[in-house]
């Protein structure tokens, strides 16, 4: 089945406490990004990546960090998380880098940080 | 910088009542537009997208978007809402690699 899967699907951790979400698509996608969700703001977009060793800053990208080593995964990194990352976040993919197709979201990842 | 408006941050209609939810854009050009669902606890489903040709489209689950240049508005609708139509409805707007969203309009549906 095509799809897009994130893991956590829930986490709640402790200010400081480095963490990584992982996002990996089974569709050879080219264009991978990462959003974050909060009310009355919809979603923003964190990073994206138009391929492997490629990506770019979002609207957001203070506090996260991104890699692309392989087409199918786009790990987001909080290297020092702090409350106000306290969010719903979303990874999605879509066929191809410089065009655009229909984005295939991940189920989301909540995460909680005291 | 492009951006989108949903003016509406909460809506309530009657099941079997028609539906409008709005949605304006600022950008120079004619981005890409699309209209996504949202149910609760669940991620993303795209609806419906405008890309180019007729201005108005058709979706999944009934329901239609019509652009109007003149308006930089791409609303959604459908004739008669179905209970199981409530959710929170995104519309977004995409050029070159910037994917805007907005921020949302929650639909709430009446037996």
């Known amino acids: 089945e095509a799809q897009v899967t994130q893991n956590p699907r829930y986490l709640i951790t402790v200010t400081g406490k480095k963490l990584t979400v992982t996002c990996s698509q089974n569709?050879?996608?080219?264009?991978m990004s990462w959003y974050r969700q909060d009310p009355g703001l919809g979603l923003r977009q964190i990073y994206y990546?138009?391929?492997?060793?490629?990506?770019d800053k979002g609207d957001v990208p203070e506090g996260y960090k991104v890699s692309r080593k392989e087409k199918r995964n786009f790990p987001l990194i909080l290297e020092s998380p702090s409350p106000n990352q306290t969010s719903l976040y979303f990874c999605?993919?879509?066929?191809?880098?410089?065009?655009?197709?229909?984005?295939?979201f991940g189920p989301g990842t909540r995460l909680t940080v005291l | 910088a492009q951006s989108v408006t949903q003016p509406d941050i909460h809506i309530t209609v009657s099941e079997g009542a028609s539906l409008e939810l709005r949605c304006n854009y600022s950008?120079?050009?004619?981005?890409?537009l699309f209209w996504y669902v949202q149910s609760p606890g669940q991620g993303l489903q795209l609806l419906l997208k405008?890309?180019?040709?007729?201005?108005l489209v058709q979706g999944i689950k009934g329901f239609e978007a019509e652009f109007k240049r003149s308006q930089s508005s791409f609303n959604l609708r459908k004739p008669s809402v179905h209970w199981s139509d409530a959710a929170e409805y995104f519309c977004?707007?995409?050029?070159?690699?910037?994917?805007?969203f907005g921020a949302g309009t929650r639909l709430t549906v009446k037996p």
């Open positions: 999605a993919s879509n066929p191809v880098s410089g065009s655009y197709n229909e984005q295939f």
């Open positions: 569709m050879n996608h080219e264009y």
């Open positions: 990546s138009m391929n492997v060793e490629v990506t």
């Open positions: 950008y120079g050009a004619t981005p890409y």
């Open positions: 405008y890309f180019s040709g007729d201005t």
């Open positions: 977004a707007v995409y050029n070159n690699n910037d994917m805007r």
